[in-house]
T-cell receptor, first 113, second 111 residues
Framework: NAGVTQTPKFQVLKTGQSMTLQCAQDMNHEYMSWYRQDPGMGLRLIHYSVGAGITDQGEVPNGYNVSRSTTEDFPLRLLSAAPSQTSVYFC????????????FGPGTRLLVL | GESVGLHLPTLSVQEGDNSIINCAYSNSASDYFIWYKQESGKGPQFIIDIRSNMDKRQGQRVTVLLNKTVKHLSLQIAATQPGDSAVYFCAENTGFQKLVFGTGTRLLVSP
């Protein structure tokens, strides 16, 4: 198993550009989520999904869209990038909804100029 | 311990020492807690977890202690090794789908 994979590893965007951060897992996990990690702050939940076709907002959803058409994939879209979205983004997955080990991907480092 | 701010608190230890990393959590209703290790440039890695009906849980070289009275969690690493150098942070489950993460403590292990 590859676990949770994320692409790209690094990305530089100009303000107003759009892009999609890719996330995939091969563990047949139902629950997937996106976090951002900023200096001096803990991981903050952006969006999550409890299964294919179901998504919901986390703590900091503004400026981001997600979709979950398959169990394996959970892309995160930035429609119009802003400097405030400069961060490291982590995708995570786990089998169940509660009290299950959550596996994180290696992260995508995003710089918005 | 952990704090909100621009600079992570740092714990420096010698190889072979025992390390204790502390975490103060916020929600008295939280019922599940996790410790993660994050090495530079990598995603967080699960270390150990504990449910609120326990006050101690042991893994391989790691022990987590939970004190619900003062809302405090600690991670003890026995015989710390250079490979243990990383940022460690705790997370609390405050409710459905809600994991709240601490900001982390940097552990530096000198040979």
């Amino acid at each position: 198993n590859a676990g949770v994979t994320q692409t790209p590893k690094f990305q530089v965007l100009k303000t107003g550009q759009s892009m999609t951060l890719q996330c995939a897992q091969d563990m047949n996990h139902e629950y997937m989520s996106w976090y951002r990690q900023d200096p001096g702050m803990g991981l903050r939940l952006i969006h999550y999904s409890v299964g294919a076709g179901i998504t919901d907002q986390g703590e900091v959803p503004n400026g981001y869209n997600v979709s979950r058409s398959t169990t394996e994939d959970f892309p995160l879209r930035l429609l119009s990038a802003a400097p405030s979205q400069t961060s490291v983004y982590f995708c995570a997955s786990r089998m169940g909804l509660m009290k299950e080990t959550q596996y994180f991907g290696p992260g995508t480092r995003l710089l918005v100029l | 311990g952990e704090s909100v701010g621009l600079h992570l608190p740092t714990l420096s230890v010698q190889e072979g020492d025992n390390s204790i990393i502390n975490c103060a959590y916020s929600n008295s209703a939280s019922d599940y807690f996790i410790w993660y290790k994050q090495e530079s440039g990598k995603g967080p890695q699960f270390i150990i977890d504990i449910r609120s009906n326990m006050d101690k849980r042991q893994g391989q070289r790691v022990t987590v202690l939970l004190n619900k009275t003062v809302k405090h969690l600690s991670l003890q690493i026995a015989a710390t090794q250079p490979g243990d150098s990383a940022v460690y942070f705790c997370a609390e489950n405050t409710g459905f789908q809600k994991l709240v993460f601490g900001t982390g403590t940097r552990l530096l292990v000198s040979p």
